[in-house]
Nanobody, 120 residues
Framework: QVQLVESGGGLVQPGGSLRLSCAAS????????MGWYRQGPGKQREMVAT???????NYADSVKGRFTISRDVAKNTVLLQMNSLKPEDTAVYYC??????????????WGQGTQVTVSS
């Protein structure tokens, strides 16, 4: 069983920041790409950001310039720094992993999700 554990969600005001973390096993972290997806109320699930073992990143247009995905190799952890948050960023955020060829469309494994709420 592949275990992905998200943390860092919560309630923030518009314009605020949050940092999400996702821990994986060393082997998964080294051979698979990782990504963040989200699903807001009444919305379809969408890709937010992905990163390959080599460090190549990809972002949804809606978060470019505001969100940054990175890998902490020492901790086998992927991070999502979210700045300038907007109410439309409100969603359940999921950590995902899978081959680089499919991480942007259909990841193999999903975490349990963490709630991010942006509201005044």
């Amino acid at each position: 069983q592949v275990q992905l554990v998200e943390s860092g969600g919560g309630l923030v005001q518009p314009g605020g920041s949050l940092r999400l973390s996702c821990a994986a096993s060393q082997i998964i972290f080294s051979i698979y790409a990782m990504g963040w997806y989200r699903q807001g109320p009444g919305k379809q699930r969408e890709m937010v950001a992905t990163i390959t073992p080599g460090g190549t990143t990809n972002y949804a247009d809606s978060v470019k310039g505001r969100f940054t995905i990175s890998r902490d190799v020492a901790k086998n952890t992927v991070l999502l720094q979210m700045n300038s948050l907007k109410p439309e960023d409100t969603a359940v955020y999921y950590c995902t992993t899978g081959p680089s060829t499919t991480i942007m469309t259909r990841p193999n494994y999903w975490g349990q999700g963490t709630q991010v709420t942006v509201s005044s």
